[in-house]
């Protein structure tokens, strides 16, 4: 895997897409950390091509960062009663949810426990799970009817 990223990493910027038509810049976009601009150009760059290769585009640029701790937990427990979990199995997360405490650890001292009330709980293997439920849901939502995006 290693040497898979050094040779994605020496890949030269603007060059053609190989066979599975993904340019060098996508296929780093994984790897490196990149500026704004580094972001801006690469954009640029896809779109300039898909105009000149009269290509349907689709274009997604997600910052998740701090994404796990964002997810509503009311919202949460309805989605996964939308998709047809069963009200026993959607008790039994929940449950595990309730009253969820953390406590922190700062200049080696403990903090006092406080309640966690938003989120899913990250290192549960359940987690990923969770958010992509709400993701899922968000993306059908912004697309159906004819609506292009989050409006």
């Known amino acids: 895997m290693k040497e898979i990223r050094m040779a994605i990493r020496q890949i030269k910027n603007g060059k053609a897409a190989g066979p599975n038509n993904i340019l060098a810049e996508a296929l780093k976009s994984d790897i490196e950390v990149r500026s704004c601009t580094d972001q801006s150009a690469t954009l640029r760059i896809i779109v300039e091509q898909s105009i000149e290769w009269n290509s349907t585009l689709y274009i997604k640029f997600i910052d998740y960062e701090n994404a796990l701790d964002s997810v509503n937990r009311r919202t949460l427990w309805k989605l996964l009663r939308h998709y047809g979990v069963p009200e026993k199995i959607v008790n039994i997360v929940r449950n595990s949810y309730d009253r969820l405490q953390c406590k922190v650890m700062h200049g080696g001292q403990?903090?006092?426990?406080?309640?966690?009330?938003?989120?899913v709980r990250q290192g549960?293997?359940?987690?990923?799970?969770?958010?992509?439920?709400?993701?899922?849901?968000?993306?059908?939502?912004?697309?159906?009817?004819g609506k292009h995006g989050i409006q």
């Open 110 to 119: 403990l903090t006092d426990a406080f309640q966690v009330r938003t989120g």
């Open 124 to 145: 549960c293997l359940l987690s990923p799970f969770l958010f992509l439920l709400v993701v899922d849901w968000i993306m059908k939502t912004s697309t159906s009817e």
